[in-house]
């Protein structure tokens, strides 16, 4: 099954919405990290070598006060000294923890190492200085300031690599930011260039079928009304050509109605005024022995010919009235089954011109309807009218009236040559007939049953045909009481 549009158009956007979501969240992610790696070489790393400058300076005014201590024995000066190994420890307690690499740490504790060493060295000779006990100060010296030179130096290239590392960390994300950028413009690229081509893809497969249909449109302007559009689109479209197929095959159809409806008009309006022609002529010349006998039957042709001419135009316009929702019904109660007899009445001498029996079965209690009699019995009339006209000489007509739910049911069956079963809908159109219909032998315009219908439902009924082939036709409506 082929998408619809509003399927087409979702997996435009995811197309372009789902590349955007995954470089917005690399881009996030990237980001993340280098926020981290600028974390580290602001805070992390500043730190560290804040904290290895101050050990630096701390030790060496520790080994001022050392000195001053040994030379004058003053316990201040041995104070000062402890205050400062407290800090030093707890400076050198947080470089350990803030270094993240082995190679430092294992730096950061062999200063641990030497500088543990050389405050043992300095307790030691306290210890003498304390008792004033005989020792060698040279070599005290000596010791100390090997290990401080030590600690000292373990010190400088724990800052040096904290440099060289620094330099190194914005370098990489120098690197990587161009990296990731170029990365977010080449997607960024790739989503604007995707999203126009779907677009495009999108756009034609509507445009395309619509430019089709609108040439089609064109041609029909100009009276093709050749439908066939045959498009490959979104299923809306296809609905809309199929749609455009069947408006076509129905712009046929009234287009073949009408001509048929002016050649029909043409042939209904001429026979009878070439027979009325004909007539006067006859009136205007005879002047025989017999003139008295034909002038009669000349002057009957005359009347019946008009009449017929003044039910077709009555017809035409009784229809254009209806069509145009000017119908106005003058609704009494009344009983339909003596309107029945009345229709009847009315038609037993044109059947038995053909030798038909018409017959009828009405019940007395039936309810009463709330109708304009005058047009129920046009309807009556006319449906009536059609079951002789349609029957052969000799046949049979069966009114029937019975109560149906909420009304009364009428149907007039007939012993006619009957109706296909794939006209007795469209019968009821105007300017339809049946293809069974001899049209050469009986007259019609196909605007009764239009008439009828319009009556019908008029009054809020409805009016159906049922028929069997060679056993009559049944017309059936319902009116609510
Ligand atoms: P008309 O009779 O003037 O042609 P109608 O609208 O009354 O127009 O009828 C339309 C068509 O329906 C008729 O031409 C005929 O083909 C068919 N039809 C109507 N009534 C009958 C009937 N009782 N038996 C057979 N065909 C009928």
Partial sequence: MRPGIFTRMMIGYLA??????????????????????TDEILHADQRLKDLVQAVGESIISQTGFDRKYI?????????????????ISSMLAEAMTTVRNDEKKEMVERIYDAYGAYKDVFYEEASYVENKDEYLPDAFRVKKEVLTDGVLLE???LRMMTERETFEKVEILGDSVSEATKMVAVIVAGCVVLGII??????????????????????????????????????????????????????????????????????????????????????????????????????????EESNRLTDLVNSLLDLSKMEAGMLSLKREKFDIGSLILKAVSGMEPLAMTKNIGISWQVPQALPQVSADEERLLQALRNLIGNAVKFTPEGGRIVITARPCDGGVEVSVADSGHGIPPEDLEVIFDKFRQSAMTNFSTIKGTGLGLAIVKHIITAHGGRIWATSEAGRGSIFTFQLPS
């Avoid at 590349?19 to 926020?35: E, G, H, K, N, Q």
């Avoid at 004058?72 to 190994?85: I, K, N, P």
């Fill in 16 to 37: 372009i919405l789902i590349p955007l979501a995954a470089v917005s969240a690399y881009t996030f992610s990237r980001f993340s990290a280098f926020r981290a790696a």
């Fill in 71 to 87: 030379i004058t024995g003053d316990r201040e000066y041995f104070f000062q000294f402890e205050r400062m190994e407290s800090e």
């Fill in 155 to 157: 010190l400088r290239n």
């Fill in 198 to 303: 779907i677009s495009v893809l999108v756009t034609r497969s509507i445009t395309i079928p619509l430019s089709i249909m609108r040439r089609k449109t064109r041609r029909i302007a100009r009276g093709d009304f050749d439908g066939g559009l045959e498009i490959s689109a979104p299923p809306e479209i296809c609905d809309l050509a199929r749609d455009f197929n069947s408006m076509c095959d129905k712009l046929q159809e009234a287009d073949k109605i009408k001509s048929d409806f002016f050649s029909l008009m043409a042939h209904e309006l001429r026979t009878p005024l070439a027979s009325i022609r004909e007539g006067t002529n006859l009136l205007l010349n005879n002047r025989g022995e017999d003139f008295r006998e034909n002038q009669t039957r000349v002057l009957r042709i005359i009347t």
